[in-house]
């Protein structure tokens, strides 16, 4: 039998579990704005295929209203200057598919980032 007892964690595991919760706080503040920005970014979409309802808008309005929502939600990854690159509008006998597909880079640290890849689309009737 061990004439001496053990009571709990040593300081050396403390330190390493507070270093691992540290690092997983970190990257989470990093990447929970990504995913709250692609968030708002599908909802902008969703509401202009319900604010179409029946009528297929042409693609300067679906350009115009999109681009108008994401300046209210303060999303400046999409611009009027970057449109094409992310945007694209696919003609369909029924209406349009709207395609946005964009990256985004946030560092970590170093020369560590964290890369977001989103892909969304809609049908517009």
Do not use: C
């Amino acid at each position: 039998m061990n004439k001496h007892r053990q009571y709990g964690e040593g300081m050396g595991g403390m330190i390493m579990l507070l270093a691992i919760v540290g690092v997983v706080a970190w990257f989470g503040m990093k990447a929970i704005p990504l995913y709250m920005e692609n968030g708002k970014v599908a909802t902008i979409m969703d509401n202009i295929k319900e604010d179409a309802g029946t009528k297929v808008p042409s693609p300067t309005q679906l350009k115009s209203s999109f681009l108008q929502k994401l300046q209210f939600e303060d999303i400046y990854v999409i611009k009027s200057t970057n449109y094409k690159e992310y945007v694209t509008l696919e003609r369909t006998s029924t209406g349009y598919n709207m395609i946005v597909q964009y990256d985004n880079t946030v560092p970590l640290f170093g020369d560590f980032h964290l890369v977001a890849k989103f892909d969304k689309t809609i049908v517009m009737p």
